[in-house]
DNA sequence: CTCGGTTTGTTCTCGCGTTCACAAACTCCT
DNA sequence: AGGAGTTTGTGAACGCGAGAACAAACCGAG
C-alpha cells in the first residue's frame, strides 16, 4: 500500500477501489472535521476524530488509510488538510446540482433545508406533477411541472435526482430521470425502483427505520418479561 | 435448525438471534407482502416476493429462515400468513407510541406523513421548545412544550423517540428522552448521539446520502474521462 | 401408490468488514 | 545526538453476511 499511498499524494485522481463501507463513513468523517475546524481546533489524533464521528479508531485510520497517508505519526491529522483531502474524495470540493420531484410535505421540507448548500449540493429545480402547485416559490424556487424535467438537467447537466412523490408514482419519475440522463437517485417513496445497472439508487425509509428500532425495542420488553438471557445490547449508532 | 423451526411453530415468543442484516430486511418484506395481498395475490413464492423486495431469492428464504419454516415446499408462502408473522416479529401487529420533537420543516412533514400509521405507530406527541410554535395544529395534534415530554412519556408508555431538531439540540433532547424511558431514537439531526448502551439509536441522514451519490458519479464521470478500467459497477439498491 | 415437477430450508464456501496488535515514524526534551 | 513518549499505517485473525447448490418435502396427475 506504499506505492498506493505515494500515488495519492502525486495524483488527485487516484485512489483505487475505496470500500464501499468506507465510503459510507467519509461523510461522516467530513462532518466532524468541519465541526472541529469551525471549533477552531488546528489538529488532531485519530482517537479524538474516531469519538466526534462516533466509530472506532482502528476503522478510522484504516478507512483514512485508502484515501492516501494524510496523518503524522505521533502527530495526528491536520484538520483542515484532511477535510480538504475527504471533500475531494468524495467529490464535494464543488457544488453538484439536484433536482426535486415531488414538492408535497417532505419535498417542501427538503426545498427548505439548508444543509444541502453547505455540503456540496445546489438545488436547481423543484417539479411537481400538480398544476395546483405550479408557480409557486418553495425556499425561493418556482415549482415548475415535471415536464421541465428534460430541459433542466440538460440545462444544468444535473446528475443527481431526489424523488419525493407518492409510491406509486415512483417508478414513473425513476424512469423519467434516467431518460434524461440522471444516473444517481436519492429515493423517499417506500417503493423498489428497477433501473438499469449504471444508475445509483440509495433509498431513505422512515418506516423501516422505526420498525427496525421496533423490533429491538420488542426483543427488550419481552426479554424482561420472558426473563431469557439476553446478551449485552450494543446501542451503537446503526447506520 | 430444526428444533428451531419448531419452536417457532409452537411458541410465539420464540425467535433467537436473529441477524441484523436480516432484521433490517423484513420491513422491506413486509411491504412487499402488504402489495401483494392488496392486489388479491394469495400465495406467493421465494422467487416472485425475492423480485417485489429487490432481493436475491436465495437470501430471502434463509432470512425467513429464521423465523422458522413459513412456507410449504412445492408451493410457496401464503401471503397472509406470512405478512402476519412477519409483522409479529417485528413487532407491528400493535401500535407503538411516538413522540416527535422539533415541529420545524421536517417535523411538520414527518407528523403529516400518513405512513406511519398504517405501519404499526402512532404519533401521540408533537414537542417544540419555541413557544411560538406552540398550540398550533400540526396534522390535527396539538404542539406542546418540550417540557412535557416527562409527562407524555410517562402517560402513554413512549418507548421510542424522533428527534427533528437543528443539531446543536439534539443531544440535550436525547438526554432528556433517555432520562424519560425512552430507549429508542430515530434522529434526523447530523450528530453524533452519545446515549447509554441500552439505548438504540438510528440516523437519517441526508446529506450523507447525497454525497455517497456524488463519491459514486464522480467515479463514474472520471472514469470515463480517465479512461480507467472501471469494473462493472453494480447499481443495487444499497440501504 | 408412484412419479415427475416444483419450491423450500439448509449447508457450504467465499469475500468483505471489523478489530487487534505492533512496527515504523515522528516530536520533544534533555 | 539520543532516548522516551506518542500516534499512524497496516498485517493478520476473526466473524458475519451473500450467494450457489442441493437434498428434503410437497403437490398433482395418472
Ligand atoms: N412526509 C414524510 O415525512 C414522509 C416520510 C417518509 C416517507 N415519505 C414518502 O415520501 C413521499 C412524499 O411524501 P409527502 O408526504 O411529501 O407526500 P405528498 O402527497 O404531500 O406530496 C407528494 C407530491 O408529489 C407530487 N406528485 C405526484 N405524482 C407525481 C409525479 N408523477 N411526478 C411529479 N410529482 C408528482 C404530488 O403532486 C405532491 O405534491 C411519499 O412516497 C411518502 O411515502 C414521506
Ligand atoms: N428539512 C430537511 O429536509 C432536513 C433534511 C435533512 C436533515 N435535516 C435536519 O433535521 C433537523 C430539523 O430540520 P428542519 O429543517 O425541520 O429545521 P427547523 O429549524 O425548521 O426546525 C427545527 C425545530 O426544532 C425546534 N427546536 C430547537 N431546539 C429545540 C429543543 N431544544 N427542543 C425542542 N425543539 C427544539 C425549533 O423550535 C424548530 O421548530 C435539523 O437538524 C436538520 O439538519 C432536515
Redesign the interface.
Known sequence: MERAAVTARTSP?SARDIP?AT??R???Y???LVTLSEQGTATCSSEELAV???VNSAKLRKDLSYLGSYGTRGVGYDVDYLRYQIAR????TQD?P?VIVGIG??G???A??S??RS???RVVALLDADPARHDAVVAGIDVRPFADLERIAREHSV??GVIATPAVAAQDVADRMVACGI????NFA?T??N????????????????????????R???GAQ?GAQDG????A???
Not at 433501473?195 to 420488542?218: F, G, M, N, T, W
Not at 449485552?232 to 446501542?235: D, I, T
Open positions: 485522481e464501499e465510503v459510507a467519509l461523510p461522516v467530513l462532518r466532524a466526534a464521528a462516533g474524495e468524495i467529490g464535494v453538484w439536484v410535505n417532505l417542501q421540507a427538503l427548505n433545508y444543509g444541502f455540503r456540496g449540493f446528475a443527481i444516473t444517481s437517485i436519492l417506500p423498489v425502483l433501473v438499469p445497472a449504471e444508475v445509483d439508487v440509495r433509498k431513505v425509509d422512515l418506516s423501516i427505520e422505526l420498525q427496525i428500532l421496533a423490533y429491538h425495542e420488542q427488550k420488553t419481552n420472558n449485552a445490547r450494543e446501542g449508532q446503526t447506520a
